[in-house]
């Protein structure tokens, strides 16, 4: 599976919109993008996942750019209970089925 | 519904004892997934159930590690002669079937060893 970079944390208002960066320039056409976060002292909590076209769900909104090498998990208004650890994770279609996680970013809300 | 649980949720051990962990899936979920979370870092995978058959065990660290499925349902995770180093979160995770689908992640076991 390809390999993803993210900043290794963020600070985000209350009440704002929370957008985290990843880079995977080396994702392959048949590789998605999976956005997991694990809340403190909790298991990891799917967020939501795409191909290429931009996907929206009850939870965020995930953009994938064009040339699919770097995508952003939107948090559209960012509350407190979203302070959390996100991981970007890219995956194929194949028999790997393991979820191999980074460091992802330790997201911070602001009161 | 019910999601995944895993027993107990915290252990505490002497080094070189022995310890097992339970995994109880969603129902229905045929496949199992086992991964350890050290602090500070990403969880690791460790071991892929699908139904009672284990279809990767890449990720076991070595052979005092070793997890059984016997039923299909609840997952047992067994560590031998444990060492301070396997102290950790250890997750379970379950998904419907195979490959993309979501996982679902159980809050985990706290393993302390001493």
């Known amino acids: 599976d390809a390999k993803t970079t993210q900043p290794t944390s963020m600070d985000c208002a209350e009440g704002r919109a929370a957008n985290l960066p990843c880079n995977h320039s080396?994702?392959?056409?048949?590789?998605?993008v999976y956005w997991y976060r694990q809340i403190h002292s909790q298991g990891p909590q799917y967020i939501i996942h795409g191909l290429k076209n931009n996907e929206t769900n009850e939870m965020a909104s995930l953009i994938i750019t064009e040339d699919r090498k770097s995508s952003t998990l939107i948090l559209p208004h960012a509350t407190l209970r979203d302070t959390a650890v996100y991981y970007c994770i890219v995956r194929g279609p194949g028999r790997d089925d393991k979820i191999i996680f980074g460091k992802g970013t330790r997201l911070h809300i602001l009161p | 519904g019910a999601g995944v649980s895993q027993t107990p949720s915290n252990k505490v051990t002497e080094k070189g004892k022995y310890v097992e962990l339970r995994c109880d899936p969603i129902s229905g979920h045929t496949a199992l997934y086992w991964y350890r979370q050290s602090l500070g870092q990403g969880p690791e995978f460790l071991i892929y159930?699908?139904?009672?058959?284990?279809?990767?065990d890449s990720g076991l660290p070595n052979d005092r590690f070793f997890a059984v499925r016997p039923e299909g349902s609840v997952s047992t995770l067994k560590i031998q002669r444990t060492e301070r180093g396997d102290s950790a979160v250890y997750l379970c995770a379950s998904s419907p079937n195979r490959g993309r689908e979501t996982q679902y992640f159980g809050p985990g076991t706290r393993l302390l060893v001493l």
């Open positions: 159930f699908q139904g009672t058959g284990a279809a990767d």
């Open positions: 080396t994702i392959s056409g048949n590789e998605y």
